[in-house]
Each structure stands twice: as C-alpha cells, then as structure tokens.
C-alpha cells in the first residue's frame, strides 16, 4: 500500500511539473512581448541616461552572466539599452526554461535544455571558456525549487564545480534566486517539507550565500530588493503574475551591480592576481637583464 501510494505521488509531482513547464512557457511568451511594446521609446529611460562611473564599467569587463528565464528578460533588457556602458560591457548565455538539473544532464539527453552556441549545444561550462569569460554570474534556481531543497543545493554547487574545474581562474558571483508572484506559490502533490513559493526560495538563497562566504565567491541579493513586505516578489515588478519581471525590476538589478561593484571597492580577486603575476613576470625580466654581463667594446686601431 504504501509502495502505491507513493507512486501515486511521483506521478502526481510529474504530471503538475508537466503542466507547470506549458504555464511556464506561455509566461514567458506573453513577459517577452510586453517587455517588446514597452521598449518603443527609451529616449527617457533613467538607464539609458546614467552617466556611469567609469570604475563600475571597467568592473564589468570580460563578464557573463549564466542564467534562465528570469536572466532572459535582463538580457533582453540590457540588449534594448546597450547606450548604457555597464550593460554594454555584459555577455550573456540564458535560456528560459532553463535549470541546474538540465544543466548536469547529458547533452543530447531528451527534454533537456543546454545552451546553444553556433549552432550545436554547450555545457555552461564550455560557454564560459568559449566567450573569454573571466567573470561568473549565476542567476538560477526558479526552475529547479520543485525538488527536494537539499538536493537543489548540492546541484547548485556541482554546478560551479564543473565551472571552476574547467576555467579554475574565472571568479563565481551567486544572483540570489528572486521570489515567485504571491498568487503563484503551490503546494506540490504528496509533498509536505517544502513547495513551489517564497519560503523555498529563501531556504536556497540562505544556503547559497553562506556557500559564498565559505569558498570566496560573490554573493548579490536582489531577490529582498524587489521583495513586497511579506517576501514575495512584488507585484509591481511583475509581468504575468508568476515569476518574470519588468523594467522597473531590472533598473533595480542594474543598481544593485553598481553597488556590489562598489563593494569590491571595484576590483575582482582574480583581476587584481593577474596584474601581480604580470608584474612578478616584468620584474623579474628586468632584474634577468640588469644582471647579464656587459662586455666593452674596445675600438680598433686604424
């Protein structure tokens, strides 16, 4: 009994993951096209307009950011303000449904989304060596909070293994996963311990950040910046009632890149390496010159 009563559940949690992904989709469609009717006219866009500082430009250099639908929609967003000279500098690589889960999955594995790069499909991995990248961004996780939290977390960070094994002088920044609409958050079928609202995503945002703190790597929270007073995604940020967000949210991701930039005093850990290696390298030619022996010249007689 007990036997069937748990089959029950996993098709009862595949079937409402089945149905949330065609949700899922036609959010995304209708967030892509709103975004699309709003950006006609940006001549007064407090983005466009910024006058940035040239620190926070220069910070953003050689950057990608990693991400899924949620970064989809900052991407679209910053390709339709490329004037502004922080999003100029942004390399992007999203996709929108999108997971870590996929992610860990073998390339060619049915039903699972890799990035497409030139015409054949990458591990994000790949992606970050292919496109020069020396700076990590990750905004994740809203596709993947359906599964059992611990096991979500322990993805996440198999996830940046991968990354930092293949490219080890590339730098991490975590984007803290943002908050689902209120009217949005479910329960999963024959699950009692967590389900699909805010209460899960601030269980993953906790665990990844202090994840951050233990191994060196960036951590911006963005999710509590567009947060309502009861730790939803707020409303006025929205797009469709669900999980993507509009213009005025993604203003807020630009601030906030302003101010992590600012954080680190506008200097990446690997930036700053780099330059001393270079440095060690250049003195030590030096000093290797200064110490050959010079043999004078004596001149000829006529």
Known sequence: M???????????LASSMIVSSGIIA??????????TQAATDLSQDPVVNAQEDQRVVDFYKDSIVLGDSVANGFERYAIQRKANLILANLQFMTQPRYSIHDELQAIGTEGVNHF???????????????????????????NDIKARPSEVFEQYKTYIGQI??????????????????????????GIKSWAFDNATVRKLND?????????????????????DANGNLNP?????????????????????????????NYAHANDAA??????TAAADAAAAGSTEEVIPVVPTQA
């Open 236 to 264: 006025i940020y929205c797009t469709d009632k669900y999980i993507h967000q509009n213009a005025e949210a993604y203003a807020i991701w630009v601030q906030c890149l302003r101010e992590y930039a600012a954080s680190q």
């Open 116 to 142: 497409w790069y030139g015409g054949a499909q990458h591990y994000a991995y790949e992606m970050v060596g292919l496109l020069g990248a020396k700076h990590v961004y990750l905004s994740l996780g809203l």
């Open 164 to 189: 930092k094994a293949a490219n080890p002088d590339a730098d991490i920044t975590i984007i803290s996963t943002t908050y689902i609409h209120p009217d949005a958050q479910t329960s999963l079928a």
């Open 2 to 12: 007990k036997k069937l009563l748990k089959k029950a559940a996993i098709i009862a």
């Open 207 to 227: 665990s990844m950040q202090a994840y951050a703190a233990e191994n060196g790597y960036g951590y911006i929270d963005i999710a509590n910046r567009l947060a």
């Open 274 to 279: 780099a330059a001393a290696v270079a440095e």
């Open 26 to 35: 036609m959010a995304e469609e209708t967030a892509a096209a709103q975004e």
